[in-house]
């Protein structure tokens, strides 16, 4: 294990090398999630399930979207494992490998036609290993820049991981974008939309050499030093002590991924098939949304330092609750420019809901148990909210022929948010060292 940092100089320089070195790795790391989103959306259903209808064709794309969200946990409990035995960088460094890897190969993935129901097959399993990787990449990420932030600003280090999301999803809409418009239909079809794919190698590449660069947290090494000889398994003692702050977050968390995930994966599909809008159109729609995202949920994570976690988080839900309806009817115009209020509107609630996630989620467990936990919570919560948000959607407008459906769905889901944060503790003023004493859920 790296020796941490000791002087009080080193320790400043260390944690912007962190900030820097947390926020282009999970930039990375999102990117190579978010373009399988844009190909859900886009291209997945004609050329992995061409033999059934265009609805059910749509509909199988987006279940192996879900797919990877299922596979998260499962990354978050291994990975969070040895993160929270071994350290947080060697897992983190093994993260953008699984991730990158998987979406290299997807990107080289023949199609059903060319090899048959391997395809899709094929096409599960590379989403699996997408979803264990960013289900361990989130935890230690946060952790890497929590636990190295001074007190008071826990909150705007956790925002440099979240703005990663929505940059990662900048990234994502530029390259199909590029794609898009350079490369003629026919085309994009056959080749043109596996070069964001294949694009990660680079990524990979860069974000292996910014992470084996970093040192271990301080906060870890010296729980490490003290902690004792025979430990118990983080998962089991997670579940066995600390299961209340993992369902009271993680369903915090779920409201913010459904709206999350309908702008990730759901509005691009909608204006395309259901408005019959260009794809560069919907495409540049929501690169714009993820701008003002981006820039919003900075400012909200440093306002959670001052004003709280919970007060930012229920701002933004009674937000969301308010513009879950006319977020639709602006969108339905099919006026771009009233389409991308309507996007600015559902943005700026997710970002007060998302930015304060980061430092909460981390202060609710012990350092020897954090990675496990604040994983299982985010993942779980990701899970439950957002996996199936395509699905549902797809479906709820099929069945109901209106967009009002969605955002009764919408509503829906903001206020089980709002019902499970009563249950998360105010956190932005707690020492890290004495989270766990006596142990959360006891």
């Keep these: 294990m790296s020796t941490p940092p000791q002087s009080e100089q080193d320790r400043v320089k260390a944690s912007r090398q962190v900030l820097a070195a947390s926020f282009i790795g999970t930039t990375f790391e999102w990117y190579d999630f978010f373009i399988y989103a844009s190909a859900a959306a886009l291209v997945f259903g004609p050329l992995f399930f061409p033999h059934v209808s265009e609805f059910a064709g749509q509909l199988a794309a987006f279940s192996t979207f879900a797919v990877g969200f299922v596979a998260r946990p499962l990354g978050g409990i291994v990975i969070g494992h040895f993160g929270d035995r071994v350290g947080r960088k060697s897992m983190l460094v093994l993260c953008l490998l699984c991730m990158g890897l998987a979406t290299i190969g997807i990107g080289l993935l023949p199609t059903y036609e060319q090899i048959g129901i391997w395809a899709p097959i094929l096409l599960v399993l590379l989403r699996v290993f997408q979803g264990i990787g960013v289900g361990g990449e989130w935890g230690g990420a946060v952790l890497m820049a929590v636990e190295y ?42 080749w043109g939309w596996r070069i964001p794919f294949l694009l990660s190698a680079l990524l990979v590449i860069v974000g292996l050499v910014i992470r084996l660069r970093l040192e271990e947290t301080p906060v870890f090494a010296e729980a490490r030093a003290t902690a004792p000889k025979h430990e118990s398994v983080p998962f089991i003692e997670v579940m066995r002590s600390h299961w209340k702050p993992v369902i009271a977050g993680g369903m915090t968390m779920s409201s913010t991924a459904m ?29 714009l949304a993820s701008a003002v995202w981006l820039v919003t949920c900075l400012l909200f994570a440093t306002w959670s330092d001052r004003w709280g976690r919970r007060r930012i988080y229920i701002g933004g839900a009674i937000g969301a609750l308010l513009a879950a309806f006319p977020i639709f009817m602006l969108i339905d115009t099919r ?10 509107i559902l943005t700026v609630p997710l970002a007060a809901m998302y930015s304060p996630i980061a430092a ?69 003023r707690i020492d890290l060292n004495e989270v766990g004493s006596p142990p959360a859920g006891r």
């Design 360 to 428: 909460m989620l981390s202060e609710l467990f012990p350092t020897r148990l954090r990675y496990t936990g604040n994983s299982l919570a985010y993942q779980v919560g990701t899970l439950a909210g957002g996996a199936f948000v395509p699905v549902i959607a797809t479906t709820l407008y099929e069945v109901y022929e209106t967009s009002k459906a969605i955002s009764a769905y919408i509503v829906t889901w903001v206020s089980f948010g709002l019902i499970a944060v009563q249950f998360v503790p105010e956190t932005s």
């Design 149 to 190: 932030a001074p007190p008071n600003r826990r909150g705007l280090y956790g925002g440099f991981v979240q703005i990663g999301t929505p940059a990662g999803l900048i990234l994502a809409n530029l390259a199909f974008l590029g794609v898009v418009a350079w490369v003629p239909e026919e085309h994009f079809f056959t």
């Design 259 to 287: 709206i999350g995930y309908i702008l990730i994966a759901y509005v691009m599909s909608y204006g395309v098939k259901q408005l019959g809008m260009p794809k560069q159109t919907m495409i540049t729609l929501v690169l």
């Design 335 to 344: 006026q771009p420019v009233l389409m991308a209020l309507g996007l600015f």
